[in-house]
C-alpha cells in the first residue's frame, strides 16, 4: 500500500487528464482487454491496459520527486539568505512568475518537508487579487510541541489570517497581504517560548533497534492493573526501517501501521501522518523514533502484541549514515 499509494497520489497530483482517466479505468474495469502498442527505442511493445498505467503512473512519480527536489534546493537558498528560519512561522510567498515558484499541485509536500528541514510551521501561499484587494492563499504544516497543539487554531485565534480550515496541522489558509508582517511579528511573540527542534517526552525505556518481544507482551497483557494512579508504561523505539515495513489501512486509508520485529505499530485515524509517512516511503531507509503503549490484539483467535503510538518521528537517512 505504501509503494501503491504515492505512485497514485503522484498521477492525481501532476498526471494530464488523459492519464487520471486511464488511472480511474484500470481501477474500475477489471475485464479490459484492449492491447496498446508503443515505440520504444526501435521497437514496438504490446502491453495491456493495467501495465501501460502502472508504467506510466510510476513515471510521473518519478517525475514529482525529482521536481520536488529541485524545488526545494532553490526555496532553502531563499530561506537561506533571507533568514526566514530564525522566525517562529516559516512563511514563504511563492508565485508563478518567480524562478523560485512552487508547483501548485506540490505546494502541501514541499510544506512538509521544509517543517522537517527546519522544524518550523511553515505556510507556502501565493497571490490572489480579490475585490481589489490582494491576498495569499495556500497551504500549512506543522507539528505538535508543547504549547502548540494546532496550528490551524493558533492561526485562526490570532485574528490575522482571512480563515485557517482543515487539519490541525495540515490544512488550507489564506491572508491579507498587507497583514503577512504582523503574523511574523505575532508568531515570534507568542510563540517565543516553544520549542519546535526539541521534542522531550518522559519514556520508561528506549528500544534501539531491537526488540524484547516477551517484556512487551507481559506489559500489555497486564493492561488492566493500570490506571487510578498507576500511569501505564510508555516506551521509545529508536529503529531504521524500509518501506516495506510501513501500510496504510482502514476504510480511508489513515490509519498508519508499521510491522517489525514481529510487533505491529499502530497509529489510528491520522490523515496528518498517513501524509507524512507517504512521503518519506520514497527513500530506501527511513529513520523512525516512536514513543507508545503495549496492548494485546485478538485478531480470529489469535493474539499478538501491538503497539499504541502516542508520537511518531520520522526522517529519510542516507545509507552512508550507517557506515
Not at 488550507?172 to 521534542?199: C, H, M, S
Request: charged share 25%; aromatic share 12%; hydrophobic share 35%.
Amino acid at each position: 500500500v505504501f509503494y501503491v499509494t504515492p505512485v497514485i497520489n503522484g498521477t492525481i497530483r501532476m498526471g494530464s487528464m488523459a492519464e487520471k482517466s486511464q488511472l480511474f479505468e484500470a481501477f474500475t474495469n477489471n475485464n479490459s482487454t484492449e492491447i496498446i502498442t508503443r515505440e520504444w527505442r526501435g521497437e514496438l511493445i504490446e502491453e495491456n491496459l493495467y501495465d501501460k498505467v502502472a508504467r506510466e503512473s510510476y513515471n510521473i512519480k518519478e517525475k514529482q520527486n525529482r521536481i520536488t527536489l529541485k524545488t526545494m534546493e532553490r526555496i532553502c537558498e531563499v530561506i537561506e539568505n533571507e533568514k526566514l528560519y530564525e522566525n517562529q512561522v516559516i512563511i514563504y510567498k511563492t508565485d508563478k512568475k518567480d524562478i523560485n515558484d512552487v508547483p501548485k499541485s506540490l505546494t502541501g509536500l514541499v510544506a512538509m518537508k521544509i517543517l522537517q528541514k527546519y522544524n518550523r510551521p511553515t505556510l507556502i501561499l501565493r497571490p490572489v487579487q480579490q475585490d481589489g484587494k490582494w491576498y495569499y492563499r495556500g497551504s500549512g504544516r506543522g507539528k505538535k510541541a508543547e504549547g502548540f497543539l494546532s496550528f490551524k487554531e493558533f492561526l485562526n485565534e490570532s485574528n490575522i489570517v482571512e480563515y485557517a480550515q482543515g487539519h490541525d496541522m495540515a490544512f488550507g489558509t489564506g491572508i491579507e497581504e498587507t497583514k503577512i508582517q504582523e503574523l511574523v511579528e505575532y508568531a515570534n511573540k507568542k510563540l517565543a517560548n516553544v520549542d519546535f527542534g526539541t521534542d522531550t517526552i518522559e519514556v520508561d525505556y528506549i528500544f534501539d533497534n531491537e526488540l524484547d518481544n516477551q517484556m512487551l507482551y507481559e506489559f500489555g497483557k497486564h493492561i488492566a492493573l493500570y490506571g487510578n494512579g498507576i500511569p501505564q508504561p510508555t516506551f521509545a523505539f529508536e529503529l531504521v526501517l524500509q518501506p516495506s515495513n510501513f501500510y496504510l489501512i482502514g476504510k480511508n486509508k489513515d490509519t498508519v501501521k508499521i510491522s517489525y520485529g514481529g510487533i505491529n505499530f499502530i497509529k489510528f485515524k491520522s490523515s496528518e501522518w498517513a501524509e507524512t509517512i507517504s512521503y518519506n516511503m520514497q527513500f530506501p531507509i527511513i529513520k523512525t523514533t516512536i514513543i507508545g503503549r503495549s496492548q494485546l490484539n485478538e485478531f480470529n483467535g489469535r493474539v499478538s502484541t501491538q503497539i499504541i503510538i502516542d508520537h511518531m518521528d520520522v526522517q529519510e537517512l542516507d545509507t552512508n549514515d550507517l557506515l
